[in-house]
């Protein structure tokens, strides 16, 4: 991922906005949710977004401390996120794009930890989000080919939740 057009201050505000949106989405999504596993495992990963997020503002207070955050509605970052088009999605689809957006947070925050040469604390910090990213990843991942398993067996046996 090539950050190399965007400031330092446009992607810390960036990655501070996509730790609060992913947030949001995981409590979100854990509030709707019956099964108490999948539950549970959302709001752990809220609770790290949570984290994740509380750091980046503490590292941006630090590089700007005269500057107030403002998040931007948008950002020229191009990181995807995730969109609930209708209440009928299958969850493995949502899980998917959480995915795809855990990814991407892994890419860009390597990336970005590259910015920060002379800054080793900040460039730690953001590698090991880096990682963390990666193993949301990898844990979606693995809930999600749990999730097509039930939802394609649900199709053809109407009778599989009776009695969860």
Do not use: C
Not at 33 to 46: G, M, Q, T
Not at 136 to 143: D, W
């Amino acid at each position: 991922m090539d950050l190399k057009e965007f400031s330092i201050e446009e992607l810390m505000l960036t990655a501070i906005k996509s730790e609060k949106e992913a947030l949001a989405i995981y409590t979100g999504l854990a509030d709707k949710i019956e099964n108490a596993v999948l539950k549970d495992l959302l709001k752990d990963l809220a609770k790290e977004e949570e984290k994740h997020a509380d750091y980046l503002t503490e590292a941006y207070k630090g590089l700007f401390p005269q500057k107030e955050i403002l998040l931007p509605n948008t950002t020229k970052v191009p990181l995807p996120s995730i969109h609930i088009e209708h209440e009928m999605v299958h969850l493995s689809e949502i899980m998917n794009q959480a995915m795809q957006a855990e990814l991407s947070a892994h890419e860009f925050y390597a990336a970005l930890s590259e910015r920060f040469y002379s800054d080793h604390d900040i460039k730690k910090m953001l590698l090991k989000l880096s990682e963390m990213e990666l193993k949301h990843y990898e844990i979606l991942k693995r809930e999600k080919e749990n999730l097509q398993n039930t939802e394609d067996a649900s199709i053809y046996w109407d009778m599989l939740h009776i009695g969860v």
